[in-house]
């Protein structure tokens, strides 16, 4: 638990609770993760009426059952209101813990379990972050904002989680910004995906080449094998050749734009969205095959 994160985050508990009222629409609740190490601390904080979640641990309302495949999650869920299964479109284990916090905050305001499974079922990913690309292909496609060294490692231990065939992850760092986090990046996407391909991602006024460079030193670093990965400086084309050489159950990763519809380069800003490019490579891709048929 890092302290000063804890502190800043208990004053925001420590204020709840601390004022009386007869209005039921008033009363304040702590929904908190009884999984984090961090949830005692903020329970004595806190005046407020506590509901926890959690998977591992006791909770209120807590996940069961829990299947993570590469088109969705479902979970049992148990909870003081009842038990029920749920089903979401979102991949990762994490989703699973923001459900789990969603509905702990919806059942404090009374909303029904089957209230909550119907807006859970229709709940799609936000723009961005890890989003599904999907025009019918047999492989996933997911576009996300990770563009640091955590980010990066926790969408890729999450997508881990659920792999079944090869992970094939496009990414790059932008230009500009602190170095030392670019072979970190590399030692990483070696790490957990099957191929890599390290591309450019604003690299602004540095050399394209020279960032690639900085990532490759991290992936040598973790053992990577010069076949499994490949540096492809034009973004376009690097997204290209990842979705070109997916196979049915593979999982596609574009990972450091996510939301982003740019690339700044020198003093340009140019159009550019991974998820566009992704849908154009992947209809190009099922529509050659088909003229192979």
């Known amino acids: ?71 969705g999650t479902t979970f049992m869920l148990h909870s003081f209101a009842g038990t029920m299964a749920m089903e979401l479109k979102l991949v990762g284990m994490f989703n699973v813990y923001n459900a789990l916090a969603a509905n702990g905050t919806a059942l404090a305001e009374r909303i029904t379990l089957e209230m909550i499974r119907q807006g859970l079922a229709d709940l799609t990913s936000v723009p961005g972050r890890m989003e599904v690309i999907d025009e019918g292909q047999d492989f996933l496609v997911l576009a996300d904002y990770a563009h640091t060294p955590d980010g990066l490692d926790k969408a890729l231990s999450a997508v881990r989680e659920f792999a079944e065939g090869k992970i094939i ?59 499994s990965y490949v540096l492809i400086e034009d973004r376009r084309q690097a997204i290209v050749r990842e979705i070109g050489i997916a196979g049915p159950g ?40 088909r003229k192979r048929q």
């Open 1 to 71: 638990m890092d302290i000063k994160i804890a502190a800043a985050k208990g004053v925001l508990f420590s204020g709840l609770g601390n004022s009386f009222s007869l209005d039921r629409t008033r009363r304040k609740f702590a929904i908190l993760n009884a999984d984090d190490e961090a949830s005692a601390y903020f329970r004595d904080l806190t005046s407020a009426q506590v509901i926890t979640y959690g998977i591992h641990k006791d909770a209120d309302v807590r996940a069961a059952e829990i299947q993570l495949t590469s088109r």
């Open 169 to 227: 992850t496009v990414f790059g760092c932008g230009g500009d910004r602190d170095r030392s986090k670019r072979p970190l990046m590399g030692q990483l996407a070696a790490k957990y995906n099957d191929v890599v391909i390290v591309t450019s991602d604003n690299p602004r006024s540095e050399d394209p080449v020279s960032i690639l460079k900085d990532i490759e030193k991290g992936m040598h670093e973790n053992g990577a094998r010069e076949a």
């Open 250 to 289: 593979d999982i596609v990763f574009i990972a450091g734009k996510g939301h982003e519809t740019y690339q700044l380069i020198n003093e340009q800003t140019l159009h550019f969205d991974d998820r566009d490019e992704a849908r154009e490579a992947i209809r190009q891709k099922m529509l050659a095959e």
